[in-house]
Structures are given as C-alpha cells and as structure tokens.
C-alpha cells in the first residue's frame, strides 16, 4: 500500500504569493493533519481534519488555511507569503485521528525569497 | 501548554558505542509519550511509545522508560551503527476539544561514525 504522499516535493516562492501544498492519506484513514518543520526545530502542529471537519487549529495566523476533500485528501493554503514562512510542511495521516499511530509523509519544503 | 525539552545536539559516536538522548517534558496530566526518527530527506517514523507511567517502550534496539517521577523519557541504545545516523525528536500527544495533536521536542541529530 502507498503511504502518504505529498506534493510537491519542493517549493520555491516569493514573499507575497500564495502556495497550496497537497496530502494523500494512506488509504482508509480519514484524518490528516499538517505540521510546519522550520530548520533546526521539531514540527509544529498546524492543522487535525477529520471527515472533511477541522477538528483543531495551531498557533497559526489567518494566513494558515486548510481543507479536505470528500476522498480524504487535503491542501494546505498559505495566502501573503513571509520569509519566516521556509519551512517543511509535513502532512501526516490515521484513520480517526484520535489515540492512533500517525503516518507521516516526507513533506513538502517551501523556500520563500 | 505542555512542552518537551531534548537535549541540544548534535551528537557523533563511533559504531558500536551507548547512546544517550535526554528528554524531559512538562504537562498537565500524564500524557503518552513518543521518540519518532527522520532520516535525511524523510518524513517522521514512529520509533517507540510508552503510554503510561513506567511503560518501557522499545523497538530497533532503542529503548526508553516512562518516569513520572522524573517527568522523563530518555531513549537509549546500547551499541549504535552507522544506519542510526539521523535526527531523533521525543514528543507527547496533547489533547484539546476534540483534537489530539503531537507536541515535539527540537530534535537531537545523532551521526554515526565507523
């Protein structure tokens, strides 16, 4: 079986643009949640969706934005990008999201100049 | 909030040498307790757990004990090899409304040497 897969692998933008970042669960999970990597610290949780619901938000400004689609897919939006924005995003999947082992993906890394 | 604290790094042992990876955590409650490993150009992979004070969580050679007394989870090995080169991240799972979300230390990079 795939695991979760992330796409694209790698991102370059300027400050000011707008980027979506995508997530395939492993199949038959129905929660993802994203997690921000910047250099040298541990993930940061940015997002839980279940059931195309979002159950939880990080300490993530509006700029932060998410959703997920009827086949349990999602994206992640990130609108008026910030240098301090350079990050791994990693998208991780289970199949309820609660009390579970979370697969993750080898995520995406977005570099803003 | 709840907080996890690893100890800094990076670390560099020869093959064959004990290993040692600190971790201390702060929250309310006790709260289950996780190592993940990522390798270079990888997502996160779920190396042990422990759940509940005491539990001794193990896999790959790699284990690590509950202390509630120490609020502590220190993941050891007793004799390394250079395919353990890689960073290595202690969280606790955090629970608010309905959301359950991993709470990470900033990572311990361990290099392996031959």
């Known amino acids: 079986d795939a695991g979760v897969t992330q796409s694209p692998t790698h991102l370059i933008k300027t400050r000011g643009q707008h980027v979506t970042l995508r997530c395939s669960p492993i199949s038959g999970h129905k929660s993802v949640s994203w997690y921000q990597q910047v250099l040298g610290q541990g993930p940061q949780f940015i997002f839980q969706?279940?059931?195309?619901?979002?159950?939880g938000r990080g300490n993530f400004p509006d700029r932060f934005s998410a959703r997920q689609f009827p086949n349990y897919s999602s994206e992640l939006n990130v609108n008026a990008l910030l240098l301090g924005d350079s990050a791994l995003y990693l998208c991780a999947s289970s199949k309820t999201g609660w009390g579970e082992k979370l697969f993750f993906g080898s995520g995406t890394q977005l570099s803003v100049l | 909030g709840n907080s996890v604290t690893q100890m800094e790094g990076p670390v560099t042992l020869s093959e064959e040498a004990f290993l040692t990876i600190n971790c201390t955590y702060t929250?309310?409650?006790?709260?289950?307790l996780f190592w993940y490993v990522q390798y270079p150009g990888e997502g996160l992979q779920l190396l042990l757990k422990?759940?509940?004070?005491?539990d001794k969580g193990s896999n790959k050679g790699f284990e690590a004990t509950y202390r509630k007394e120490t609020t502590s989870f220190h993941l050891e090995k007793g004799s390394v090899q250079v395919s353990d080169s890689a960073v290595y991240f202690c969280?606790?799972?955090?629970?608010?409304?309905?959301?359950?979300?991993?709470?990470f230390g900033k990572g311990t990079k361990l290099t392996v040497n031959p």
């Open positions: 969706y279940y059931e195309k619901e979002e159950r």
């Open positions: 422990a759940t509940k004070a005491d």
């Open positions: 969280a606790l799972i955090e629970t608010q409304g309905g959301s359950e979300k991993l709470v």
């Open positions: 929250a309310t409650g006790y709260p289950s």
